[in-house]
Structure formats: structure tokens, C-alpha cells
Nanobody
Framework: QVQLQESGPGLVKPSQTLSLTCTVSAGSITTNYYHWNWIRQPPGKGLEWMGSINWLGGTAYSPSLKSRTSISRDTSKNQFTLQLTSVTPEDTAMYYC????????????WGKGTLVTVSS
């Protein structure tokens, strides 16, 4: 069974860059037809898809976050990484990584999530 685990600092100061890594086990991030996603949920709000990287290394981003978001991968470590620049307290959220298959709605595997607080 595929497992995803988020890691990174739990506290980031305003204007800095938030960096999170998702480590994938029991499944390769280069396996055909899978997208690897970052999703967040601010306190008291719904889920927000941030972006993804696919099996070929191609990326897609939410239009509302595109100017501040970058997703990359390290295939040797089977990891993919989120960077969000110029953070504000409004970026405080639970951050999740998740897998989705091409042409299938929804995510089939999720990490447990990690809370990132933006505060000075």
C-alpha cells in the first residue's frame, strides 16, 4: 500500500518561504499516469488544491497560488517538494500530499498532513 509522509518546519515567519517534502513509499513517483499533489486546509475552511507534479515531472498549479508556488521532485529519494514564497498568516494550514490517477476523480492515497503556522 502506498504511503505518503509530509515533513518540514511547523513554524514559518511572514515573508519567508514555506518548504515541505513528501516522501513516498511502496510506490514510485515515476509510475505512469499518477499525479502527486499538494493540498491544504486552513483552520475552519475547506480543502484547497495547490498544485501537482506528474510522473514525467510536469507541473500544474492553482491559478490563485501559481505566482508563489513551486513543486519539484527528487526521483532518487522518491520525494516531491512544495515551496510557497512570501507567506502570510493566511497561509497557516494543514498541508497534505496526496496521489491521484489520471482520468480518475479524487485522490486515492493521502499523507496524514502537517500543520504549518505562519507567525512572527
Amino acid at each position: 500500500q502506498v504511503q505518503l509522509q509530509e515533513s518540514g518546519p511547523g513554524l514559518v515567519k511572514p515573508s519567508q518561504t514555506l518548504s515541505l517534502t513528501c516522501t513516498v513509499s511502496a510506490g514510485s513517483i515515476t509510475t505512469n499516469y499518477y499525479h502527486w499533489n499538494w493540498i491544504r486546509q486552513p483552520p475552519g475552511k475547506g480543502l484547497e488544491w495547490m498544485g501537482s507534479i506528474n510522473w514525467l515531472g510536469g507541473t500544474a498549479y492553482s491559478p490563485s497560488l501559481k505566482s508563489r508556488t513551486s513543486i519539484s521532485r527528487d526521483t532518487s529519494k522518491n520525494q516531491f517538494t512544495l515551496q510557497l514564497t512570501s507567506v502570510t498568516p493566511e497561509d497557516t494550514a494543514m498541508y497534505y500530499c496526496a496521489r491521484a490517477r489520471v482520468e480518475v476523480d479524487g485522490m486515492d492515497y493521502w499523507g496524514k498532513g502537517t500543520l504549518v503556522t505562519v507567525s512572527s
